[in-house]
């Protein structure tokens, strides 16, 4: 089904650009996405996310929404929006956001297209990027750390990196094969990337 005219004044913003297109939004309006956790990370990244029109959000989460951020039902009326729980299967969605200080793994499938996972750590703020192709968050996590407070504005430009990522997986824009860790360090002026490997060994048959 075509994009309507409503749809391409509202969208009109991101279909202007080369890589995206109406055929991208389009896609964008069929990417399934699960999130998790709390904090102005997850707030953020949904914000973005229903902004962006990505078609269906299921949400699990941990505390309620915080007052900076609107209530995404106002966001985009493209936008289906549900409630999940932790036994929800990420396997089943397009894209996993987890803002979990100590993610937590389904026993089956992936997501077709990759997970997020973004956490407040003593002294940074860390975010890891895997594309399907490169496995799932459990075969690049290093292990639980305690996690801080945290800063807010960090927590928050770490969401809005996570929702960017999973526009471009649901466009079909950079899907990537490589997993990467994306870190600001407190004081830092800029992110830092990493290219991440296997970390664990992984029972889930996530990669080909």
């Not at 991101?14 to 297109?21: A, F, S």
């Amino acid at each position: 089904m075509p994009l309507t005219e409503d749809q391409v004044d509202f969208y009109s913003r991101q279909i202007i650009l080369r890589e995206l297109g109406g055929r991208g939004q389009l896609r964008l309006l069929e990417t399934r996405c699960l999130a998790r956790g709390a904090g102005p990370g997850l707030e953020a990244a949904l914000t973005y996310l229903a902004g962006g029109g990505i078609g269906s959000i299921d949400v699990d989460r941990t505390a309620p929404p915080g007052l900076a951020f609107a209530p995404l039902e106002d966001r985009n009326p493209d936008v289906v929006l549900g409630d999940a729980d932790a036994t929800a299967d990420p396997g089943r969605y397009d894209v996993f956001l987890d803002f979990t200080a100590r993610p937590s793994f389904a026993p089956a499938g992936r997501a077709r297209l990759g997970e997020i996972g973004v956490a407040a750590h003593t002294g940074s703020t860390v975010l890891r990027v895997v594309p399907s192709a490169a496995g799932c968050l459990s075969c690049h996590f290093e292990g639980t750390q305690e996690a801080s407070v945290g800063d807010t504005i960090a927590l928050a430009q770490a969401g809005v990196l996570a929702a960017l990522q999973a526009l471009c997986w649901g466009a079909g824009i950079d899907a990537g094969e490589r997993a990467r860790l994306l870190r600001l360090d407190d004081g830092a002026a800029s992110w830092v990337t990493t290219m991440l490997g296997p970390t664990v060994r992984c029972p889930r048959p996530c990669r080909a």
